[in-house]
């Protein structure tokens, strides 16, 4: 089967909206409470299109989240790599689960990449540990229905 122009398109536009969002500027007090909207794209892209998505595409935009952030240039790439692979592995079981089958795992999925981030961090004398990180992963587990059901429209609408 041929990949659609419009198709691959759509998938670059949405994890560069990702992207953009995942840096975007937020007081302080608010950070923690940022979903990882790259890891829900990338984690979307895997489960509908895991033929077209894969750990390439986590580790480029994790590269560009490096350069972004200006964390350790391969921290996020890793990351994001590792996260495109889980979701790769687990997508023809994701599948068919319900919504909210599919954000317990995606929160769980997202609270490792969370935990692994903050065990770099620690690891490469950036900051300390600390559990707040798993309110990110929450909140990316609460939006997981509505965020899924919104990428599907669109990638309905662009077909």
């Known amino acids: 089967m041929a990949v659609r122009p419009e198709s691959l398109a759509v998938i670059w536009s949405s994890l560069i909206l990702a992207l953009l969002l995942q840096v975007m500027p937020l007081p302080e007090q608010w950070l923690l409470w940022r979903p990882d909207w790259l890891g829900m794209m990338l984690a979307f892209w895997c489960i509908v299109a895991p033929q077209r998505v894969g750990v390439f595409h986590g580790f480029i935009f994790g590269l560009l989240l490096d350069l972004l952030e200006g964390s350790p240039l391969g921290q ?23 919504l909210w089958q599919q954000a317990a795992l995606i929160t769980i999925v997202l609270g490792l990449i969370q935990l692994l981030d903050q065990w770099l961090r620690v690891a490469f ?35």
């Open 76 to 98: 996020n790439a890793l990351l994001m790599s590792l996260l495109t692979w889980l979701c790769l592995l687990l997508y023809a079981r994701l599948r068919v689960y319900s």
């Open 125 to 159: 004398d950036v900051s300390s540990l600390h559990l707040e990180f798993v309110y990110a992963a929450v909140i990316g587990g609460v939006l997981w229905p509505w965020f899924f059901t919104l990428m599907q429209h669109v990638r309905r609408r662009f077909r």
